[in-house]
C-alpha cells in the first residue's frame, strides 16, 4: 500500500468473491496542537474502518463449500496494516479491497 496512489471512482463498487470493501477512517489530523502542519504524503493513515460491502462468501472450503462472512456491513474493524489490495477514493474518503483474513479484530457492531 506505500506509495500507491488512490483510484477515484464515480460511484462505490460491489466486492466480487472474496473480496470486502471498507471504508478508512480519516488520517492524522494535518496539524499538530504546537501548530507544525504536517504535509499530505507524510500524514499516518488509520488501520481502522468500516465494512460497508461484502463480497459473495468468504472463502471455499476444499470440498468446494461456500462459506459466509464472519463480519457484516457495518462493523467497525482494525486490519493489518499492508492488507488492501486496491485503493478506492469516492467523495474524499478512502475505501480499501481486502479480504477477510486481513481482519484482526471487531470492534464494535454497526
Known amino acids: 500500500m506505500v506509495g500507491q496512489e ?3 471512482v464515480e460511484k462505490l463498487p460491489r466486492p466480487y ?6 471504508k478508512r477512517e480519516d488520517p492524522e489530523a494535518e496539524s499538530r496542537e504546537s501548530g507544525i ?8 493513515l488509520s488501520n481502522l474502518g468500516d465494512v460497508v460491502a461484502l463480497g ?3 472463502r ?5 463449500v461456500k462459506v459466509p462472512f464472519d463480519v457484516k456491513i457495518g462493523d467497525q474493524i482494525l486490519f493489518k496494516w499492508h492488507s488492501a489490495t486496491n485503493i ?6 478512502q475505501y480499501l479491497l481486502m479480504k477477510e483474513d ?9
Request: glycine share 10%.
Open 6 to 8: 488512490p483510484v477515484k
Open 17 to 22: 468473491g472474496t473480496n470486502i470493501l471498507v
Open 37 to 44: 502542519i504536517i504535509p499530505h504524503q507524510y500524514r499516518r
Open 56 to 58: 459473495s462468501y468468504s
Open 60 to 64: 471455499i472450503t476444499k470440498k468446494g
Open 88 to 93: 478506492l477514493e469516492f467523495e474524499n474518503n
Open 102 to 110: 486481513d481482519i484482526i479484530v471487531v470492534i464494535g457492531n454497526g
